[in-house]
């Protein structure tokens, strides 16, 4: 069972930057974010594999970083030019290599964009 422990959520601007972190307890091939605004559904928002693949939501391409300390079995999404729309509970994940569905869960960090 590996465990997922996020920080870094809070309120924001419009156009503010946060910075999330997603610490595990052991290696697993990917991690990434999902989110979860009110009365929508979780959507993914970007995701890293051990070997540095990346990929993004659409909507946040250009402005969301995701990076991945293999070391610390530790993944960052560097958040930049946040907008309202961005306001969310975002969840750290944890998937096996050829698994369609994360296998693991964060407990969720909210973050606010708003002036």
């Known amino acids: 069972q590996v465990q997922l422990v996020e920080s870094g959520g809070g309120l924001v601007q419009p156009g503010g930057s946060l910075r999330l972190s997603c610490a595990a307890s052991?290696?697993?091939?990917?991690m990434g974010w999902y989110r979860q605004a009110p009365g929508k559904q979780r959507e993914l928002v970007a995701g890293i594999t051990s070997g540095g693949t990346t990929n993004y939501a659409d909507s946040v391409k250009g402005r969301f970083t995701i990076s991945r300390d293999n070391a610390k079995n530790t993944v960052f999404l560097q958040m930049n030019s946040l907008k309202p729309e961005d306001t969310a509970v975002y969840y750290c994940?944890?998937?096996?290599?050829?698994?369609?569905?994360?296998?693991?869960w964060g407990q969720g960090t909210q973050v606010t964009v708003s002036s």
């Open positions: 994940y944890g998937r096996f290599r050829y698994a369609s569905s994360p296998a693991y």
């Open positions: 052991g290696s697993i091939f990917s």
